[in-house]
């Protein structure tokens, strides 16, 4: 019962010391802006506010090491095996986005993978919960891949990529990631 309640504690804790890290970037940062940056710019190479989004991000994912731990032990599932293990690809692509700043060669497919295997462990996992017994969780679950992927397709048809701004889908898939983790994790709290 022990390791439930600190794999519950770590899955509320990762996606608050992340999403802190970034929110507090984006009020620090003298360049920053919703409608022309990317999130990234918070740790590119030089930028003031690189320690706290990078180390942040690295942070975040290291914390839901036992979180991952937890959920693979309570997955009944096949499917819900394989979407954790989806999630722990999410949460290593998170955590080379740290170690990659923007700029740098892996930068690009670091973020692609977050954004990418968050979706997949979100429709596999929730298709897993629905097969395993648990239709709302899993379907609240599918949902969230759903919206990761209409933000940004949303997003792709108003033309922003003349902008260049990727800050607001790149925080609306973080939030959905963060809304999973943290709704996921409830159910190991006592």
Do not use: D, K
Request: glycine share 12%.
């Amino acid at each position: 019962m022990q390791t439930e309640r600190v794999g519950g504690l770590a899955g509320v804790l990762a996606p608050t010391v992340t999403l802190g890290a970034i929110l507090l970037g984006t009020l620090i940062s003298p360049t920053f802006t919703w409608s022309g940056s990317a999130l990234s710019n918070l740790g590119a190479m030089g930028a003031e506010t690189a320690w706290l989004f990078n180390g942040g991000l690295m942070l975040g994912s290291l914390l839901a090491i036992p979180f991952l731990v937890v959920a693979f032990r309570r997955s009944v599932h096949r499917l819900q095996h394989v979407g954790v293990l989806l999630l722990s690809l999410a949460l290593a692509g998170l955590f080379l986005v740290g170690v990659f700043p923007m700029g740098t060669t892996y930068h690009f497919p670091a973020a692609l993978s977050f954004y990418l295997f968050t979706t997949l462990a979100l429709w596999i996992h929730g298709s897993g919960s629905v097969l395993a017994g648990t239709p709302r969780r899993g379907l609240v679950s599918i949902w969230l891949g759903i919206a990761n992927i209409m933000t940004w397709l949303v997003w792709v048809a108003q033309g922003p990529l003349t902008r260049g701004g990727l800050a607001v889908p790149e925080f609306i898939g973080a939030c959905v990631f963060a809304l999973w983790l943290v709704f996921t994790a409830r159910r190991l709290l006592p």
